[in-house]
């Protein structure tokens, strides 16, 4: 599944970061602000699903005052922060540079340390401080010869700064020496970009963005979010993926899955681990079957942290399902009055929620009095293939007495009307027990025989006294060989000219072929 979201903020500059915007309203995990320092131009950040381009231009982050773009947030205390620089961009200037940044404030001669990767001067990276506000800006890049994509990363404990890269995010080297640089317990800490170059606009593009210790909004990643299927949604198809919407900064998902809840809740060792992408396929899935599933989101390198996630749940089709009332129409060789007409064995009436059926007779069909050759059909609206028929048998309150309830039957079934099959091995009912605590329908297995008509030829009652008969409800599943669900609906109006059709396919299709008219 794709997701696209994109919220825009009026302000001079759009900034974009898994869906949520800065500005006005920063939600929990997003970002305190993106700042053009000094004469630099108006750059932008973009992000989503863990890759960060940051755009900025302006002619250096050094000396007495920096020109460039960063996309920061507060930092309270110790901590540090950490990304891979994946890419530098195009440009003119090989000193253009990118990395983690920290600093005071926003004033373009804040107190401040830097580490980023270059465009390929100064060994590929620099480590470079300013201690004072205003004061001049020192730096190293004796280290060894390094190239985008890298990582960088700057550690804070009291006043003492460090600059680190790594090839891997796993094994960190030190560049040049730890600085003491005397910041507030808050300062700011984030994505740093500078063309160096005036008037030249450079995107750097970032990713495995990792925190530790007191980075604002940062200290949990969020959950993952949007699962899909939906949370405790049904009907879902047996080779559905799962899916979902990341947190702010993970940097892999483990995935639990199961039909357990407290498995899936308690359980240690993911079903699937390290993923890189937010989709997992389970398999093929079993009918009718609910399972639980969450996604932990691990941080990314070095402290791996993994935060647990949510348990969602969902269940699989079934392997049948109910034909609507609506789309069956019933005639019988009679009725016993205007009450207990045929109808009445397939709208539900005297029904209970727990299979329970009721004992008043006009929630009943019967025949007349005397029915010579009773019977009772049902038509479908279309060709189904039928999975069972479940049959409440006649349930008066006089049932145990006078026994009108169907006996012996033959079930017989047909796609035209006209040329009939005899079903095999369903030729009698259960007799019913004349409470209204009768829950114990017939269940008979047409084992996905194609039938528009299904007509039950009654033999008998089991009073074997009266000739008249009855029966309580009828239900039939079907396996969903033919499209439904289609988008746009059925009668929908005002769907735009571009809509594209589309629909649930029948159970095992090979191809589908479609009409499409203004007739």
């Not at 942290?305 to 609506?326: C, H, L, R």
Request: net charge negative; glycine share 12%; hydrophobic share 35%.
């Amino acid at each position: 599944m794709t997701r696209n979201v994109a919220f825009f903020v009026a302000l001079t500059f759009l900034l974009v970061l898994s869906g949520n915007a800065f500005g006005q309203n920063i939600p929990a995990g997003g970002w305190a602000g993106n700042a053009t320092l000094g004469t630099a131009t108006v750059g932008d950040a973009t992000g989503e699903n863990g890759v960060f381009t940051v755009t900025g231009n302006g002619d250096d982050i050094q000396g007495t005052a920096d020109s460039g773009q960063f996309l920061y947030k507060e930092m309270v205390g110790d901590g540090a922060m950490w990304c891979r620089v994946v890419s530098n961009g195009t440009g003119s200037n090989a000193w253009c540079k990118g990395g983690i940044m920290v600093r005071q404030s926003t004033d373009t001669g804040s107190m401040s340390a830097l580490m980023p990767m270059t465009g390929g001067n100064g060994n590929g990276s620099s480590y470079q401080w300013r201690l004072t506000n205003g004061g001049a800006t020192a730096y190293t890049n004796s280290g060894p010869v390094v190239a985008i994509p890298y990582y960088v990363k700057i550690e804070r404990v009291g006043d003492q700064f460090t600059g680190s890269y790594s090839p891997d995010g796993i094994t960190w080297t030190q560049l040049g020496a730890t600085q003491t640089i005397p910041m507030g317990e808050t300062c700011l800490i984030g994505l740093a970009v500078t063309s160096h170059t005036a008037g030249e606009l450079r995107t750097f593009t970032f990713d495995n963005l990792g925190f530790s210790g007191g980075v604002s909004g940062l200290t949990d990643p969020g959950n993952a979010s949007s699962p899909m299927p939906a949370n405790e949604s049904d009907d879902v198809l047996r080779d559905s993926d799962l899916s979902w919407a990341p947190g702010d900064y993970p940097g892999t998902h483990n995935v639990y899955f199961g039909s357990s809840f407290e498995d899936v809740n308690s359980s240690t060792t993911p079903t699937a681990s390290g993923l890189n992408v937010t989709s997992y396929d389970p398999g093929r899935l079993d009918f009718g079957q609910t399972y639980f599933w969450r996604v932990d989101e691990v941080n990314s390198t070095p402290d791996k942290t993994v935060f647990k996630g949510d348990i969602w749940s969902f269940t699989a089709e079934p392997y049948s399902i109910q034909i609507p009332a609506e789309n069956i129409v019933v005639t019988a060789s009679s009725s016993s009055n205007q009450f207990s007409t045929p109808e009445k064995t397939i709208d539900g009436s005297g029904l209970g929620a727990d299979d329970t059926h009721s004992i008043r007779s006009e929630d009943m069909w019967f025949t007349t009095s005397v029915d010579l050759d009773p019977w009772i059909q049902y038509e479908f609206g279309a060709v189904e293939k039928l999975d069972t028929m479940k049959v409440w048998n006649s349930n008066s309150a006089a049932e145990m007495a006078i026994g009108w309830g169907v006996k012996d039957v033959e079930i017989a079934y047909s796609v035209d009307g006209e040329n009939w099959d005899v079903l095999e091995g369903a030729t009698q009912f259960s007799r019913a027990a004349g409470f209204p605590t009768y829950n114990q329908y017939d269940e008979i297995a047409f084992n996905g025989v194609a039938a528009k008509y299904v007509r039950l030829n009654i033999a008998s009652n089991w009073g074997g006294i009266l000739m008249s008969y009855g029966i309580s409800e009828v239900q039939f599943n079907m396996i969903p060989a033919a499209a439904r669900t289609p988008e746009p609906a059925d009668g929908s109006t005002g769907v735009v000219p571009n809509a594209i059709a589309s629909w649930r396919a029948g159970r095992e299709a090979a191809q589908s072929t479609i009409y499409v008219g203004m007739d």
